[in-house]
């Protein structure tokens, strides 16, 4: 299929005026194509603006560039080349980013949007979502569907200004301006300021400014505008940065700095000079290498404009390597090919510097190398035993290779030596999960929040130990954690609604499925959860159409796959269905929502030890989930083990004493051995939770009458 001259290769999210597509132009490049489908008339107009704003700011200005324009049979898009360095807001899931790569990034951001102020141009929706990376370290601001003049004599502004006249708020709450909260027309040049003070802050603190468990609430904290000092969130801010950050968040809009141009200002005569791209850097560190071993003062002169930190020529070469591997330690993380660049130089002034070759290990893991990341490594623990992070890093690799056993023994040894590093605990829990550990990972993750694991990662992973460990509530306790850190973390409002099916509150979990999606159309697993309750309540059509959109988006989801059997057992083709069964379970074995429901068709083939065997599984894999007893048991009811189904049932109903299946099957068992008055509640139980076009409704309601008749 295409849209103009580009070739679609599909879809990369969604909102609520069209899609995002990747595609693939006539010359072969692969870009982004910003479709509007179904336009109004006023997204029509918001559209073409974007489009307008677009070609007055390009990559020169630090947005992302407008390749292309035009109208299609689907809707009028827009082209931009597709950038694959993700975006700000996946990086801050992984928790707070390095001090110094957040001032490099707030300067970037503030140059960028003052070049838009200059222009007359407000942009009104900056947020972590719509900053782009270019490789590894450059941003880009991207999404001016929001975007206006607020100078009527700047170029394009009366096609701009008119359309947003009447604007109620607008922005993304969490970063939008108090003084907006009521009128979207009063954007100017401190709205984006603010904004880019809240993003700021994030990258600092590891967490939103303002948080809170609902949308009202949270338009209340940014009515107060009440901000926690930075030197609390993050100590090691510099207090400068941190003065900058406050002023930008200023309640009063007249306070903060006016525009981009001043924040850029502000942060310039603080910043260090601009980092060198890293071929100067591999220059640099080559010059100071050439100058430690007497090729001359000329060389290292020569790039000395380009590194303000380098050995000099008085160093010795373990000094100078030293000083070296510690530069590449510290560039790990925000650019590892810099990293390797550097540490490959120190080693070659000092080839036993344990810290060198930790850091290029580190750097080549984080760049997919893992062979010779798994060789540096090695050097690192033998020269440098007594450094916790050489046994994290090669610990965190050999996790990631499949040796569990000596991930977990060389992540034991990293908390030996530094039981207060949050990251090693938080390591040694995923392993722990891969093994089965709920237990273990439970308190690893634990340990890891108590010594400040930063981000959504820890309270989210604690949630599902706890969910695997029947905990449900104290599970639901770290779902809300994660929220309140990340209102817009989809992942968590799906386990949170997971949960509160868990407990028998269906109505809270398809809300929670529906925010999932709202904050993340291209969540497979939100649009699967929500099928599966549309289908479950006989809501075949909507049902449908969110186990289509679940596949389209993920086709090897394994819970999309389970929607779609769902789907395909309802319209009776159960063949269809077990293929789809077949496919979940090749790509996760461990789905118990396949399991069951492929035990069920398969008693209705009659492969009766086939059924059994998928129950019994299940059961393995989550012994805390009611339904997974419930399922056993009415596979053993139909095969005539009653006892071993009443004990299934009995299991169950002490797990979740509102489990509908487990209720009915008990009960019946009850009422076939003649104890119909012991029967009774239990049917009075089921049907009290029972969705009202439950199969067995009426039946149940008439065997309640009769006993009832009977005293």
């Known amino acids: ?340 660049a550097i540490a490959s130089s120190a080693l070659s002034l000092d080839d036993r510097s344990g810290l060198a070759y930790l850091a290029r290990g580190a750097a080549r893991r984080a760049r997919g190398e893992r062979d010779g990341a798994r060789a540096d490594l090695d050097q690192a623990v033998e020269l440098s035993p007594g450094n916790a992070h050489a046994w994290l890093e090669r610990g965190v690799l050999r996790a990631e290779k499949g040796s569990q056993d000596g991930a977990l023994a060389d992540l034991s040894r990293a908390i030996e030596l530094d039981p207060r590093l949050a990251r090693a605990w938080l390591e040694r829990a995923r392993v722990r999960s891969s093994r089965d550990d709920r237990e273990g990972e439970a308190a690893d993750l634990s340990r890891a929040i108590e010594l400040g694991a930063p981000g959504t990662t820890p309270h989210l992973l604690r949630s599902r130990a706890r969910k695997a460990l029947g905990q449900v509530d104290a599970a639901l306790a770290d779902a809300d954690a994660t929220i309140r850190i990340d209102p817009r973390c989809a992942e968590a409002h799906v386990l949170r609604g997971t949960l509160c099916a868990r407990k028998g509150d269906s109505a809270a979990a398809l809300s929670c499925y529906d925010r999932a999606i709202e904050n993340d159309p291209s969540c497979a697993e939100a649009w699967a959860r929500r099928a599966f309750d549309r289908l479950q309540a006989r809501d075949t059509a909507q049902g449908g159409a969110d186990a289509d959109r679940a596949c389209a988006l993920d086709p090897r989801n394994p819970l999309a796959l389970v929607a779609r059997a769902a789907l395909r057992r309802q319209k009776g083709d159960s063949v269809g269905a077990l293929a789809d069964l077949d496919l979940a379970l090749e790509a996760d074995r461990r789905c118990t929502e396949a399991l069951r429901m492929r035990a069920a068709l398969r008693i209705v083939r009659d492969d009766r030890n086939g059924a059994i065997a998928d129950s019994d599984h299940a059961i393995a894999i989550d012994p805390h989930d009611a339904q997974n007893w419930a399922g056993r048991g009415l596979m053993r009811t139909v095969t005539y083990d009653l006892d071993g189904a009443f004990s299934d049932y009995s299991r169950a109903l002490a797990l979740d004493p509102r489990c509908v299946p487990a209720l009915y099957g008990f009960a019946t068992i009850l009422d076939e051995r003649g104890q119909a008055e012991k029967a009774l509640p239990l049917y009075e139980r089921f049907l009290e939770n029972a969705p009202a076009d439950f199969p067995t409704v009426a039946k149940v309601r008439a065997r309640v009458a009769a006993i009832k008749a009977r005293r």
């Open 1 to 340: 299929m295409k849209i103009g001259e580009y070739e679609l290769l599909g879809e990369i999210g969604r909102g609520g005026m069209g899609a995002v597509l990747r595609a693939r132009s006539s010359e072969g490049r692969i870009v982004a194509i910003k479709l509007l489908a179904r336009p109004t008339a006023a997204s029509a107009e918001r559209f073409e603006r974007e489009r307008r704003l677009l070609s007055l700011l390009g990559e020169a200005q630090g947005f992302v560039p407008l390749l292309d324009a035009g109208e299609s049979p689907r809707g009028p898009y827009i082209v931009m080349p597709l950038l694959e360095g993700g975006t700000l807001r996946h990086r801050l899931a992984r928790g707070p980013l390095a001090v110094a790569f957040t001032i490099e990034l707030a300067l970037a951001l503030a140059k960028a949007i003052a070049h838009a102020h200059e222009r007359g141009i407000v942009h009104r929706d900056l947020k972590p979502e719509n900053i782009l990376f270019r490789g590894a370290t450059e941003p880009l601001i991207a999404d001016l569907g929001l975007a206006k003049h607020f100078q009527r004599d700047a170029d394009g502004a009366s096609q701009s200004v008119q359309l947003t006249e009447h604007d109620g708020m607008l922005g993304t709450a969490g970063y939008i301006a108090p003084e907006l909260l009521t009128h979207g027309r009063n954007a100017g040049p401190p709205a984006d300021v603010f904004a880019l003070g809240a993003i700021i802050y994030e990258c600092l603190a590891g967490r939103p400014l303002f948080v809170a468990p609902t949308l009202v609430e949270l338009l209340v904290e940014i009515g107060r505008c009440q901000v926690p000092p930075l030197a609390l969130a993050r100590p090691e801010t510099p207090p400068w940065l941190a003065g900058i950050v406050e002023r930008a968040l200023a309640a009063d809009a007249r306070k903060r700095f006016p525009d981009g141009s001043a924040l850029a200002a502000a942060l310039a005569s603080h910043a260090a000079p601009p980092r060198a791209s890293s071929l100067g850097r591999v220059a640099a560190a080559l010059a100071c290498a050439a100058v430690l071993l007497g090729a001359g003062v000329f060389l290292g002169a020569r790039f000395a404009s380009q590194e303000t930190e380098k050995p000099g020529a008085s160093e010795s070469p373990a000094v100078g390597a030293k000083r070296l591997a510690e530069r590449a330690w510290s560039s790990v993380a925000t650019d590892p090919g810099a990293a390797i």
